[in-house]
């Protein structure tokens, strides 16, 4: 199913300007029968936001998914949550693709 590797697309600048911007995809992949792992990062919202993409991907794609909750993972600290081994190796393992909601 997957390839063993994990390419991690960042969607972080390091610098910003104001005004119009293109964004490309240098990916030319198909997603018509992958599978794609849908991450709740445990922020507000973040839910809702992996569920809606979720759905589009599979009326759009027919993908196959796999959610994975980070909220067991999240420290008093409510911002960055380090992704524990196991659950990488997981989606390195099960997965094609994978989204990060980012929401708040």
Known sequence: MASGKLRLISPTAESWEPGPKVVTSRWEGDLH???VA???DARPNADITVAA???CLVQEYGVK???VDLHPFQG??????????EVVDRLRKEADAVIIALAS
């Open 65 to 67: 998914t796999i959610n």
């Open 33 to 35: 029968g992958k599978t």
């Open 53 to 55: 993409i979720g759905e």
């Open 38 to 40: 849908l991450v709740d």
């Open 76 to 85: 008093e600290d409510l911002g960055a949550i380090e992704i524990p081994k």
